[in-house]
């Protein structure tokens, strides 16, 4: 429904990411970090940033520069050059505002999303 632009370009995102590190010594480590925002974001600003979204952390606002930045300096806060990232997996979800383009995408979008007709 995004390539096909039934949904809009700026949703509330929140992203989830379980990333699994191995260190020279052969130990295995689970790494969770979790970005929620309270403001719409289109896809490219989730991914390298926005001017207009702050974030919160270790006590400190500071602008968003995107989840793949955000992502490493977190793993470089918390592992050491012994560590080495073998997988990552990323949940993203979004609030989205959907657009029925037609007569069974509408009746679609009502039964699955409660949506109510235009």
């Known amino acids: ?41 289109s896809m490219f600003e989730v991914l390298n940033g926005a001017k207009h979204i702050k974030i919160e952390q270790d006590g400190f606002t500071r602008r ?6 955000s992502w490493l300096r977190d ?4 592992l050491d050059n012994e560590w080495i990232a073998t997988e990552a997996w990323v949940t993203a979800t979004c609030v989205a505002e959907m657009t029925a383009r037609n007569m069974m995408a509408d009746k679609f979008a009502r039964l699955v999303c409660g949506l109510k007709s235009a």
């Open 1 to 41: 429904m995004y390539l096909n632009q039934q949904v809009g370009k700026n949703q509330v995102w929140h992203l989830k990411i379980n990333t699994k590190a191995e260190h020279s010594d052969g130990t295995i480590c689970n790494h969770e970090i979790e970005f929620k925002f309270d403001k719409p974001m």
């Open 75 to 78: 793993l470089d806060d918390e």
């Open 64 to 69: 968003w520069q995107g989840v793949t930045k």
